[in-house]
């Protein structure tokens, strides 16, 4: 079945730097689009970053210069860098792929604080 595992979350001062993983099975990983979307407390869950097969890229305006998606199609991973991190950064993270229905991790939380 299909599985999407993340991990990298944690606690980080504002400024800092944080790198989400996210690898994938159940599904041919490098034909599909793959995407990082957020939750915070009391807020929608909202589209941060997507990336295409061919590894073209869409960021959320407010995450973009910051963050970088990329993806390693050997491993069936995709990967969130987050840099210059903000306390309104702080959600819940959850890797993202599109197949017959949506498909969702478990999600990693993302707390930026001093």
């Known amino acids: 079945q299909v599985q999407l595992v993340e991990s990298g979350g944690g606690l980080v001062q504002p400024g800092g730097s944080l790198r989400l993983s996210c690898t994938a099975s159940g599904f041919i990983f490098k034909i599909n689009n793959m995407a990082w979307y957020r939750q915070a407390p009391g807020k929608q869950r909202e589209l941060v970053a997507t990336i295409s097969s061919s590894s073209n890229t869409i960021y959320a305006d407010s995450v973009k210069g910051r963050f970088t998606i990329s993806r390693d199609n050997t491993k069936a991973t995709v990967l969130l860098q987050m840099n210059s991190l903000k306390p309104e950064d702080t959600a819940v993270y959850y890797c993202?792929?599109?197949?017959?229905?949506?498909?969702w991790g478990q999600g990693t939380q993302v707390t930026v604080s001093s």
């Open positions: 993202n792929v599109n197949l017959v229905r949506p498909y």
